[in-house]
Structures are given as structure tokens and as C-alpha cells.
């Protein structure tokens, strides 16, 4: 948590309307969605300006969230984006811990800024940007971590249905439907008080993942067809072309949740999905792990990534099949 004189600070910085903007990492998910948009319904409550300012467009079925649609999109509205953000007089960052988390762009524009930043995160090893910082990897999630600092600054009455929406939906996904290790009793003591104060659960777990498309289970089909298994290092890898992302008209979020898959063969402790993104010119990685493996250190030793113990990401500069091969000969040399 923030330190008891940060609470008291910020709580004096937000006694007075002020013009606030919220930033998500690029490609933001549900947490990063549900934490930003939550704030933003709480502190609109105080009678902020406030405005969500993502790095780039947000997947299909993250868009019934209250107020996602006034979301303004960086990579879409850049000069927009910049006007809200330069005349801001304060930027919640909130689900990442550096500001090339954002976008090369964004990122870039970020670091000119002297403004005061605050930091909401449960990534390891936070940059030094923010005024405020509140880092701790042992939630498991940023939603939850919102929700704290609510409480933390005495404003609990002010958690409504809407917010309460959007914090749940952040940490129903990053839990993984409240089965990954960091799912604590406090966790299900915040579920609780949310459902309390509104949350209709089963609504927006049939909103996440009961509005796929004749497509996206086609993708999955063939992102199952290519999974391989390697028993010799208790491992699997799942693999996507971007002609395949093609063939079955690929939208943002389509490969969401596909990485998981591979941990459900018995005997598998860590699994990858790489997707091959031709307009970027790199790989995309998603790592999964069960038990000790750490694919946090594992994507930052490798392959330009990071994120959690069991959860991680990265990419690569190489084609598909080198990178494939390139991970495949980390596990020989690790194992070996």
C-alpha cells in the first residue's frame, strides 16, 4: 500500500476537483480495463474531470464495461490524447510498471511530461517515475489493489455498482476465474463486498467468455491442432501464423485465454503460445507455469518480456520457427 503519508497526501491532492487522466499498458486486458475504468467511476464521484486514455483499441468483449466506450485511444486520436494528457494535472498509471509499457509513442510522449504521476501496479521491479507508488507482486491483481486504495483513502461508501463492476471484472480474468496461487481470502472478501454492492457475477463471467464468435473457436480449433507437447522438459508450446490469424479473421482478443490450454495436459509445468505479427515485425509471447517455474525471469532473460511468476510475456525479432526453436534449445540448455 501506499505509505500512510502518501494516503494523506493524495487524499488531500483529491478533496478538490481536478483534471485527471488514467493510463493502461498497450493492449490492455481485463484487469488493466476494469482497474482503469473503476478509478475513473470513483473518482468522477469526487467530482473530477477524469479521462481513460488507452495506448491503443481494447478486445470486443471487454467493450459492455460502463463507460468504455468514451475511452479515448491513443494510437487512433494522438493529438486528442496529448491535449488531455499535457493538461492533466495528475496521471494515474495503472497495470504497468514502466512507461514503454505503453507504446514506443506513448511511452515516448510520457517521459516529457513533469506533471505528478501516480503508480498502481503488481509488477516486479517498478520504474522510479511516479510521485506515488504503490507496487506489491503479491496481489493478484491491480483491480484489487484499486479497491484497497479506496479503502485505504476512507471512500468505501463510494464503491457503486458501476465501479464494483469493473473491479470484479479485473480480477475474475487476472485470477484466471479464481483458481492462480495469489487468490487469497482477502480476494474473496473484496468478491464478496462487490457482489454486495451490485455485481451481477454470472452476467459478466457470460459476458467475458459466452460471446464468442463462429471464428474465434475456429482460431482456437487450430491454435489446438498445433499445440506440441515436450514431456522431456515438462513443456508445451502452442503456435499461431499469421496467415492463420488471417484465415479466421483475427480481431483483438481472439488468442485471449488460448496460452492456458497448455498447462491442462498432466505432466506440463510451463507452456508459451507464439503469434506471429507481421505489421510489427515480432513474435508475440505469451508463458504460463504452474509451481516454481519462474517465466517472469525466464521472458526477461530470453525474450524482452516479463510480468509475474506464472504469467509473463515477450516477444521476438526472429521469424516464428527460429523462435520456436530458439525456446526449445533454452529448455535443452537449462534442462541439460
Known amino acids: 500500500m501506499f505509505t500512510t503519508t502518501e494516503i494523506k497526501k493524495l487524499k488531500e491532492i483529491l478533496s478538490h476537483p481536478k483534471k485527471i487522466s488514467i493510463v493502461s499498458h498497450r493492449n490492455p486486458d481485463g484487469d488493466a480495463m476494469g482497474s482503469s475504468l473503476g478509478l ?21 468483449f471487454l467493450a459492455w464495461l460502463p463507460n468504455a466506450k468514451n475511452t479515448v485511444i491513443f494510437e487512433k486520436e494522438e493529438e486528442k490524447a496529448k491535449d488531455i494528457l499535457n493538461s492533466s494535472e495528475l496521471i494515474f498509471t495503472l497495470d504497468f510498471n514502466a512507461l514503454h509499457r505503453t507504446g514506443h509513442q506513448m511511452g515516448a510522449y510520457l517521459e516529457t511530461l513533469t506533471l505528478p504521476m501516480v503508480l498502481i501496479d503488481h509488477h516486479e521491479l517498478p520504474d522510479d517515475y511516479p510521485a506515488f507508488t504503490f507496487s506489491d507482486t503479491n496481489y493478484g491483481s491491480t483491480c484489487q489493489m484499486v479497491y484497497d486504495f479506496i479503502n485505504a483513502l476512507g471512500y468505501n461508501h463510494l464503491i457503486d455498482k458501476d465501479v464494483a463492476t469493473c473491479i470484479y471484472t479485473g480480477i475474475l480474468t487476472d485470477s484466471g476465474g479464481f483458481r492462480f496461487p495469489k487468490t487469497t481470502p482477502a480476494t474473496h472478501r473484496c468478491v464478496a463486498e462487490l457482489i454486495e454492492r451490485g455485481v451481477n457475477n454470472s452476467e459478466v463471467y457470460n459476458l467475458l467468455y459466452d460471446n464468442s464468435t463462429y471464428n474465434r473457436l475456429q482460431l482456437l480449433g ?89 504469467a509473463a510475456g515477450g516477444k521476438s525479432f526472429s521469424n516464428l520457427e527460429e523462435t520456436v526453436n530458439q525456446f526449445i534449445a533454452i529448455l535443452a540448455k537449462e534442462k541439460a
Open 222 to 310: 487450430r491454435a489446438l491442432q498445433n499445440l506440441k507437447v515436450l514431456p522431456q522438459y515438462n513443456a508445451s508450446y502452442i503456435t499461431l501464423s499469421q496467415k492463420e490469424l488471417d484465415s479466421f479473421n483475427y480481431q483483438k482478443g481472439d488468442t485471449e485465454g488460448i496460452v492456458n490450454y497448455g498447462l491442462t495436459i498432466k505432466g506440463i509445468h510451463l507452456t508459451a503460445i507464439f503469434i506471429e505479427n507481421k505489421e510489427e515485425g515480432i513474435v508475440k509471447i505469451s508463458f504460463r507455469s504452474q509451481g516454481s517455474f519462474d517465466v517472469n525471469q525466464f521472458a526477461r532473460n530470453h525474450f524482452n518480456g516479463g510480468g509475474h511468476i506464472n
Open 40 to 60: 475513473l467511476h470513483f473518482l468522477q464521484q469526487l467530482n473530477h474531470e477524469v479521462t481513460f486514455v488507452s495506448p491503443n483499441d481494447f478486445p470486443d
